[in-house]
């Protein structure tokens, strides 16, 4: 199975968003009784937002909060027996590859349960085949993504220093001072944002952002081939819909959202068209992604057309990128085996010969199995120059190898 990287399964989404536009206005949520407000708790995993939903009072399942969609997702096919899905609508997700790979089923309205509030209408596209390994990703079950149709009715605050969503009517939802109130655009159902970059050759460029809660990175640069900062290298950014799409990472000197400016920002920037939606009319540069945006208390309230940002405590921490040029999932029923997917051409990771497929038993005497994906990602980019004792099986062997970590940008 290939890891499937954060980055490249926001590319799908926003991919696979073109191709599933319905008329979903008419699904959302809404809150039970009399109640100005329900505080829903998630877990952050691998900068992705992570829920418990009910389906037709079976579950729970573990769906993933995303502002980056228009429809919500259900990418475990097991659920279409459990959920008793009818099969005779089936949407073809063009692009993405042929055959029932890549095509899924159309539900009728399901009964979608999450404490204290009610769903309407909500309907969801099962995907016939799970390609993108997400559940490897996180370590854990993932059975899915909601996206507009949480976001449309309610003004939702996300916190990431208790992590809870509270959940309010637009009109009782209460905004501090100290703020910032930045307005956006819900388009094609998601939201989009316009603010001043700091590019490469140093203009300060006016650009339009999704604000995507599913994309794990700071930000994303799209259509920069011909102006990519100098200190950058060659990355695989995920699996795409035919294989990895490649690209580069680099920093950003400075963003601007409304009164912060955030600074020294490790981007990504695809190569080539495997992002752009050929159907899609919105013309944008990128997106702001979970790396960004996870910094903040922030208030989505798309029916007055804003975003509210509040500094939270991790607001001036640096950003830093992996250092080991390694890429890897967790394997097995118990999601308890770290897999390598992939090894950078010259980084850490390769000057010691790991390969793919090699798995990574301990880490500095620790093992891995006791340890979450996440705390692994933090060593990783701990510290340039920081010598780690690795023990691998490689070649059907054990080796104990040392691993210098190197700051690549």
């Not at 699904?27 to 877990?43: L, M």
């Not at 063009?94 to 309407?120: C, F, K, M, R, V």
């Amino acid at each position: 199975m290939h890891a499937k990287t954060i980055h490249g399964w926001v590319f799908w989404l926003l991919f696979l968003s073109c191709f599933l536009a319905s008329s979903v206005d008419a699904q959302y949520f809404d809150i039970n009784g009399h109640k100005k407000r329900v505080i829903i708790p998630f877990r952050l995993v691998r900068n992705m937002i992570i829920i418990k939903v009910e389906i037709n009072n079976k579950g729970p399942f573990n769906f993933i909060m995303d502002t980056g969609v228009g429809l919500m997702i259900i990418t475990d096919p097991q659920l279409i027996d459990s959920l008793k899905v009818c099969k005779n609508r089936t949407l073809k997700l063009g692009g993405l590859g042929e055959g029932d790979d890549y095509e899924a089923y159309a539900t009728a309205p399901l009964q979608i349960n999450i404490p204290g509030l009610t769903s309407h209408d909500v309907a969801a596209a099962i995907l016939k085949k799970d390609n993108f390994g997400l559940s490897n990703y996180a370590g854990m079950p993932i059975h899915g993504l909601l996206g507009y149709e949480f976001f449309n009715n309610l003004a939702v605050r996300v916190d990431f220093s208790d992590s809870t969503l509270t959940v309010y009517r637009p009109g009782d939802v209460r905004l501090y001072g100290k703020g910032e109130k930045i307005p956006i655009t819900i388009e094609d159902h998601k939201p989009y944002l316009e603010t001043n970059v700091n590019m490469p050759d140093g203009c300060i460029k006016k650009t339009k952002l999704v604000i995507d809660l599913g994309a794990g990175h700071p930000l994303l640069l799209e259509n920069m081939e011909k102006a990519l900062p100098k200190n950058c290298i060659a990355a695989n950014l995920g699996m795409g819909f035919n294989g990895p799409v490649s690209g580069y990472i680099s920093r950003i000197s400075e963003v601007e959202l409304g009164k912060y400016k955030i600074r020294n920002i490790v981007s990504s920037f695809p190569t080539g068209d495997s992002l752009i939606c050929k159907s899609e009319d919105i013309k944008r540069d990128g997106n702001l992604g979970l790396g960004i945006l996870k910094r903040f208390i922030i208030v989505f309230d798309y029916h007055n057309n804003l975003i509210y940002l509040k500094p939270g405590p991790n607001f001036k921490e640096p950003f830093e990128h992996d250092m080991s040029g390694l890429e890897y999932y967790a394997g097995g029923d118990d999601y308890k085996h770290i897999i390598i997917s992939r090894v950078e051409p010259g980084s850490a990771g390769d000057t010691i010969g790991l390969e793919k497929d090699d798995e990574i038993l301990s880490i500095n005497l620790k093992p891995t199995s006791t340890m979450s994906l996440e705390q692994i990602d933090d060593i990783f980019k701990s510290q340039n120059d920081r010598n780690l004792v690795l023990e691998v099986f490689h070649d059907n062997k054990h080796d104990m190898v040392i691993m210098t970590l190197k700051r690549r940008i």
